[in-house]
């Protein structure tokens, strides 16, 4: 049983001192836990309010928001000799490049490790209440992380995130190697590496992403739009989330209806009577010029040949029963870019089909075989 976090120091880390004396220990370590909390419900654009970090004899916690640059983090994040252990490794991933550029290299993600193990139940509560009989407070998982001071309680559950992952890395590598599963894991440890990127960038077209947009005729679509861009420059000013200033469904109904008065916006389900009363002006406005505006129509995306469809289904098909035999699934088993880029590229022999799974070379080894006898037939 590894030590309790009653046992374990924490270290809370608010001056670049304090910081540059902590990375200076965690770079002498060969394996860290780490994990981040982000404001994403309290704030137009989130960004990364602490960072976890835990050996195997102690806990830190770094506060993002007082500390002007976290630079000193740097080559934790990109060494190759330090394994970082997180859970669900890709939202921390994605915040951490977005906000400081950090670029990661040795990861192992115990969330990753337990869907390659054909768990059901892979949040990390139920991993540490099967492996630890641990029992995690959700209470804190909605808190707002960027106000200060934090309560002792939200300390206590932000190290609790990192604490137990090396013990529980423990655990995982040993089922991955007994069930001769460590090679695939590696495959995907090393696949987090790549490709992050931010993707919090908006575009003009992002309103075509709500749920209804694309049921729109293109004039009441021009509505939306514009009713789409009141909303996040408000959400902007204001600092709040997009979703709690207007709901996606409220802007969806106006751009059907098209209100013209304050009691217009009233007899809407989605709009609230306070969110009428507070932003009539703005939002009747929206209306005016989206009717005033050129149509739009939904971006062009081309169905795919019949030919791309049949191969889409007949792999997607043999990853299913692929999955189904060795207990995992079906994405375990071929990725969904993986399988779509080998859809795309049709490849005719193995070597052509070894050129689109360059980053799966286990799957290759392991399924090249039957996945080109199933595209070829």
């Not at 090396?166 to 995982?172: F, G, N, T, V």
């Not at 209806?257 to 969110?275: M, S, V």
Request: net charge neutral; aromatic share 10%.
């Amino acid at each position: 049983m590894p030590n309790s976090t009653a046992n374990t120091p924490l270290v809370w880390i608010d001056q670049p001192q304090q910081l540059r004396q902590a990375a200076d220990e965690l770079a002498a370590q060969d394996i860290l836990a780490v994990d981040t909390e982000s404001n994403s419900l309290y704030a137009y654009q989130e960004q990364v309010c602490l960072v976890q970090f835990s050996t195997r004899s102690k806990d830190y916690l770094v506060d993002a928001l007082a500390l002007p640059d976290l630079s000193p983090l740097e080559d934790l994040f990109s060494s190759k000799h330090i394994l970082k252990v997180f859970h669900a490794a890709e939202y921390d991933l994605i915040c951490l490049f977005r906000d400081y550029g950090f670029r990661f290299n040795r990861l192992f993600d115990t969330m990753i490790a337990a869907r390659i193990l054909g768990y059901q139940n892979i949040g990390l509560g139920a991993l540490l209440e099967r492996d630890f009989d641990i029992q995690m407070n959700k209470k804190y998982q909605r808190a707002n992380w960027g106000k200060r001071p934090l309560k002792p309680d939200m300390l206590d559950y932000a190290r609790l995130d990192s604490h137990y992952l090396i013990p529980l890395q423990d655990r995982l590598r040993a089922e991955l190697v007994k069930a001769g599963l460590w090679d695939l894991a590696l495959e995907d440890f090393e696949r987090l590496t790549r490709g992050i990127e931010d993707t919090t960038q908006s575009s003009e077209a992002d309103f075509w992403k709500l749920r209804g947009a694309r049921d729109l005729n293109p004039e009441n679509a021009a509505v939306l739009k514009c009713l789409y861009q009141f909303r996040e420059s408000t959400a902007k000013a204001q600092n709040r989330p997009s979703f709690k200033v207007i709901s996606h469904q409220a802007l969806v109904e106006m751009a059907q209806t098209c209100p013209q008065r304050h009691a217009d916006l009233l007899k809407l389900n989605a709009l609230h009577e306070r969110q009428a009363k507070r932003y009539s002006r703005g939002l009747l406005e929206a209306v005016r010029a989206g009717k005033e505006a050129q149509p739009e129509y939904p971006p062009n995306h081309t169905r795919p040949q019949p030919a791309v469809l049949e191969r889409t289904e007949a792999l997607q098909d043999w990853r299913k029963f692929t999955g189904r035999e060795l207990g995992v699934p079906s994405d375990v088993v071929l990725p969904r870019d993986v399988l779509n880029r080998i859809v795309r590229a049709n490849p005719g022999d193995l070597d052509a089909l070894k050129a689109e799974m360059w980053d799966v070379p286990y799957r290759f080894d392991r399924f090249g075989q039957e996945i080109l006898a199933v595209i070829r037939s």
